[in-house]
């Protein structure tokens, strides 16, 4: 009866550590790593924020935390205490180096501009756009000392001007370059990116990253620049600059709230990462409501990240609009995107000639977003 009975417990913790064993091996399969990109400036803010305050968040965010293993560099995401996910961060260029960088694999998510991500899924890249994120926060400065102080002035400039108007851009997907080109076509105002035609009135240089567009400008490289902020605040708080408008309010008008940065992952990952995916976009969401709520901390943790200052960063971030809601305004606006991507010769492929709605079937996966922390 004894060796029976000795015989059962035995079996019992095998049993049990087979099952604690498996249920171990369960949960360590299910966390996976996600590296994240992001292009360093704050229209990509409500990242910085998720990750520095997501502890805050966990009842929110139904049990979301985060340790940090190097700051800004690596994390481990949990969820009521188990592991989704080792992320890593990777800061990777603007315009299409962002979608580039997840087709590569290099990254499995990123934040950058919805006109890149776009392009990039024309030449049927494998990515999706899974959030709107980020509006407006783009603008139009010249030299501190030139005779341009209105859009008026500069359209006027350009048409008597004896040589042409240098215009710098960041990336030749900018979203600011692309409504730049939009209003420039309305005045009836020729330009071009090729530096030796003569022949018309505004040349635009790619200065090749936003980073260099205050230098640019500094060392008269360019009389002016189109581009996202904080760059024009920085260049205004050091005294480079005025601002002439938000590129918002350029004629025609068509841009008026304009999405400008989204988040986009790859296929892969939205096969394979969904719940860390998931994750993220919980926690960047309820960023999201801080960035609208304290805007005090937002600024903080901005120039925390960015490495500006908080004065900089109140100015940058009051120009914007943040929200990852695909609301009917968000799509409406979208739309406007489509028609200006296609009369530019942006779209050449896969979303050429398609109204928005037929081209977010093929561009977007919004199906990763749940109620919204920032509408509460």
Known sequence: MKKILRN??????????????????????????????????????????????????????????????????????????????????????????????????????????????????????????????????????????????????????????KKPIRIGYKNPTSVAKIIFEDALKHEGITFSSNLSDRNVQVHLINVKGGGKLNISLANELIDGYTGNNPFPAIGEAKGLLKIISDLEDLPPGNFKNHPCCGVAASNEALKSKKEALQAILTLMRNATATIKNDPTTAAKIAAR??????????????????SMTPSAEWHKTMVVWCKAMNNLGIFTNKLKGL??????????????LSDSPEQK
Not at 95 to 106: E, Y
């Open 8 to 161: 059962c417990l035995l079996l019992c913790v095998i049993v049990l550590a087979s099952t604690f064993s498996l249920r171990g091996e369960a949960e360590k399969k299910s966390a996976v790593k996600l590296k994240i990109g992001h292009v360093g400036h704050d229209h990509h803010l409500a990242l910085f924020i998720a990750l520095d305050m997501a502890n805050e968040y966990s009842k929110s965010s139904g049990g979301l935390t985060l340790q940090t293993v190097k700051d800004k560099r690596f994390y481990t995401l949990l969820k009521n205490g188990r592991k989704l996910a080792d992320l890593e961060i990777i800061k990777v260029g603007g315009g299409s180096k962002m979608p580039t960088a997840i087709a590569q694999n290099i990254i499995d998510m990123g934040c950058g501009g919805i006109a890149p991500v776009l392009a990039m899924i024309d030449k049927a890249a494998p990515l999706k756009l899974i959030s709107p994120l980020h509006s407006k926060g783009d603008m139009f400065v010249v030299s501190k000392n030139s005779p341009i102080n209105t859009w008026s002035d500069f359209t006027k400039f350009a048409k008597i001007a």
């Open 355 to 368: 109204e928005e709605d037929k081209l977010g079937k093929s561009a977007y996966d919004f199906s990763l």
């Open 305 to 322: 990240w960015i490495g500006t200052s908080e004065d900089v960063e109140k100015k940058s971030i009051a120009t914007s609009g943040y």
